[in-house]
């Protein structure tokens, strides 16, 4: 498998993260959408990270469902997310609540770093980020001290979604070490694990 992307997208990374701990082999290729634009274009016309590219030659695009197709080959009857009733739902919940929170960050970045100055509009921006942080803040509400996970009592698409959402908000600004402890706490322990520490980007 090959995987277009760079890991300092948290969608990449999710994604590298994932094929991480289901022991997949795959090779990266550290293309982006702005400085490769042709390149990520001929593997997603939309030019987004990321692509995978199977062994078969098929080309999946979009973190969500490239996770959902690892789910289904690499998962057996454990999968990152559960296949079916309320656990299922629950981790589902979560990677709605960290990828839209990436979504948003990500909006209050571009704009920021697109746009010029005197056309930003600061409520836009700041409203980003406030609900960056209120979804962050309400996964903190779920992080539990003496649980070494966010559901489950294993690793799930919830605790991968959490460690690349909030790495993102710590790098926008967010002082998740004070408000958010439990939450960075728990990004901590993760980042103890090969899945996560081998996927860790280069410092900018």
Same mark, same amino acid.
């Given at each position: 498998m090959i995987l277009i992307g760079v890991n300092r997208s948290p969608y990449t990374r999710r994604v590298a993260i994932?094929?991480?701990?289901?022991?997949?082999?795959?090779?990266?290729?550290?293309?982006?959408?702005?400085?490769?634009?042709?390149?990520?274009? *001929?593997?997603?016309?939309?030019?987004?990270?990321? *692509?995978l590219v199977l062994d078969s030659g098929e080309t999946l695009i979009d973190s969500a469902a490239i996770v959902d197709h690892l789910d289904e080959t690499c998962g057996g009857d454990r999968p990152l997310t559960p296949r079916l009733g309320a656990d299922r739902r629950a981790v589902l919940k979560i990677a709605a609540m960290m990828m839209g929170a990436c979504d948003k960050g990500l909006q209050a970045a571009y704009h920021r770093n697109h746009?010029?100055?005197?056309?930003?509009?600061?409520?836009?921006?700041?409203?980003c980020m406030a609900q960056m942080t209120s979804a962050l803040a309400a996964v903190e509400?779920?992080?539990?001290?003496?649980?070494?996970?966010?559901?489950?009592?294993?690793?799930?698409?919830?605790?991968?979604? *959490?460690?690349?959402?909030?790495?993102?908000?710590?790098?926008l600004g967010i002082d998740t070490d004070t408000r958010m402890p439990g939450l960075r706490a728990l990004t901590r322990r993760l980042l103890e694990q090969p899945a996560f520490s081998s996927t860790e980007p280069p410092p900018a």
């Open positions: 994932t094929l991480r701990a289901y022991g997949v082999v795959y090779e990266q290729r550290d293309l982006n959408g702005f400085g490769h634009r042709e390149d990520v274009r *001929a593997a997603n016309p939309l030019g987004r990270i990321p *692509a746009t010029p100055k005197e056309k930003w509009h600061q409520p836009w921006i700041d409203d509400a779920m992080a539990r001290p003496d649980e070494p996970y966010l559901s489950l009592g294993r690793l799930t698409q919830a605790d991968i979604t *959490a460690f690349v959402a909030e790495r993102l908000g710590r790098g």
